[in-house]
């Protein structure tokens, strides 16, 4: 077993929302995946509210927990792969840490993180 930093858990977040979603330019550092897991609806005012849009856009509102189960399963799998533990032990390594919100006011390492910085 690996064990993983917040850092890592910001990236396999990303990577998951990419599963899904398109970033058009994310607004915070895990590309609003505690955003979505936290949304009573992901419809397109969600989407454009967020920057973030689905890759398939015949979904609908009521697809909103189907789209987070596909999400979290992303993450889950991701854990899997990266720190080879059960999927119980993943779920609970993804819940750890909010990571919407950057830690001392520093994001973690990505992209596009020079967008969301003070200057």
């Not at 396999?12 to 949304?39: Q, Y």
């Not at 609908?60 to 927990?65: F, H, I, R």
């Amino acid at each position: 077993m690996k064990m993983l930093n917040r850092n890592s858990v910001v990236i396999i977040k990303r990577f998951a929302v990419k599963t899904l979603f398109w970033p058009a330019c994310p607004l915070d550092d895990d590309h609003c995946f505690d955003r979505i897991m936290r949304a009573d609806v992901i419809d397109m005012a969600f989407q454009d509210r967020h920057a973030l849009y689905l890759h398939r856009a015949d979904r609908n509102n009521s697809d909103t927990q189907r789209i987070k189960n596909s999400l979290r399963k992303a993450a889950i799998q991701l854990v899997i792969l990266v720190a080879d533990v059960t999927p119980e032990v993943a779920e609970t390594i993804l819940n750890k840490w909010d990571t919407s919100e950057p830690v001392n006011g520093e994001y973690a390492q990505g992209s596009y993180d020079y967008l969301l910085r003070k200057q």
